[in-house]
């Protein structure tokens, strides 16, 4: 019974391309995050997403676009993919602001 | 913005030697402190966490970090590390009001030697 689950686990695709991998939390927290982990480890916040309020790291393109159906959920959109964008995605999430956050198992985007 | 230092990339040690991990932080505000470990393969785990109140924290595995306000640091200790301790360790900080988003030290890849 997995807290924070990531679909898919490994991404492989072409420059250019629109992706989106999902996440779902089961822990009935109302606040979710997505981090990028570059190839050094450098892990950085891209987005926070609570009650309907999304904070955005401003140095994250616009290609980057979170999408939340639910509380349970926050998707990640990534339009265009540049060679750049390889890295692992992390989501996360917790019960309120200014709580610990637990992550999912990251998801591994490699470009061609 | 606040930005957190960890000042050592790579720690190597024997089992049973003691283990301090440094992290700095910048930000002259009420901040909330972690500490994560990453294992190989697998995801961020919260080790221990700094709100208020007791400076000196206990996490999960016999692991502690004490929180200076003075010197704007987190370090991370340990006073006998095990070959499973292997892994990369995250300082974190994140600011009341701001999302809660955490913002990572470049992160401490520690290897046990058995």
């Known amino acids: 019974d997995t807290a924070v689950s990531q679909t898919p686990k490994y991404l492989v695709t072409q420059m250019g391309n629109d992706k989106s991998i999902k996440c779902e939390q089961n822990?009935?927290?109302?606040?979710m995050y997505w981090y990028k982990q570059d190839s050094k480890k450098f892990l950085k916040i891209m987005f926070s997403?609570?009650?309907?309020?999304?904070?955005i790291n401003e140095t994250v393109p616009n290609r980057f676009s979170p999408k939340s159906p639910d509380k349970a959920h926050l998707n990640l959109h990534i339009n265009s993919l540049e060679l750049g964008d390889s890295a692992v995605y992390f989501c996360?999430?917790?019960?309120?602001?200014?709580?610990?956050?637990?992550f999912g198992d990251g998801t591994r985007l490699s470009i061609l | 913005a606040q930005s957190v230092s960890q000042h050592n990339h790579h720690v190597i040690l024997s089992e049973a030697a003691s283990l301090e991990l440094g992290c700095n932080y910048s930000?002259?505000?009420?901040?909330?402190l972690f500490w994560y470990v990453q294992y190989p393969g697998q995801h961020l785990q919260l080790l221990l966490k700094y709100f208020s109140g007791d400076p000196l924290v206990k996490g999960i595995k016999g692991f502690e970090a004490e929180f200076i306000k003075s010197k704007f640091s987190f370090n991370l200790r340990k006073p006998s590390v095990q070959w499973s301790d292997t892994a990369e360790y995250f300082c974190a900080v994140s600011i009341n009001n701001a999302g809660n988003m955490l913002t990572f030290g470049g992160g401490t890849r520690l290897m046990v030697k058995p």
């Open positions: 997403y609570n009650n309907k309020e999304l904070i």
């Open positions: 996360a999430s917790s019960q309120g602001l200014n709580q610990p956050q637990h």
């Open positions: 930000y002259g505000g009420t901040v909330n």
């Open positions: 822990l009935g927290h109302d606040t």
